[in-house]
């Protein structure tokens, strides 16, 4: 068997537990990670680009991060359909007065 040319360093996002495994190449970097899945680690999806590791599924759930990047993201994507429909309701309303300004203005 080769020597390891890297290593690489899972750190679960909850409790700070870390684990570091050596590799030699792609196919035994995914064969480590998938090793790690069945140990119990999980990857958590809370939005676009943050998607941490937690070393087990009570930490994924109940850790503080955890909640709190649920809450983040949850709070973060109502906010953003919020400002959407904000926007628009704004732009609108803006055509509305300047159309009823014009209107006016054109009748006398």
């Keep these: ?14 409790c700070d537990k870390s684990v570091t495994l050596p590799y ?10 998938e090793v790690l899945k069945v140990q119990g680690w999980r990857r958590v999806l809370f939005g676009p680009g943050a998607e941490p590791w937690f070393c087990s599924e009570d930490c994924a759930l109940y850790s503080y991060n955890a909640r709190k990047a649920k809450e983040w993201w949850g ?15 704004i732009i609108f309303s ?5 159309g009823g300004w014009l209107l006016m203005s054109a009748m006398r």
């Design 94 to 98: 803006a055509i509305f007065v300047i």
């Design 24 to 33: 030699e190449s792609f196919e035994d970097h995914q064969h480590k990670i």
């Design 75 to 89: 709070n973060h994507f109502v906010n953003q359909y919020r400002n959407r429909r904000l926007k628009w309701m």
């Design 1 to 14: 068997m080769k020597e390891p040319t890297a290593k690489f360093t899972v750190q679960c996002w909850g």
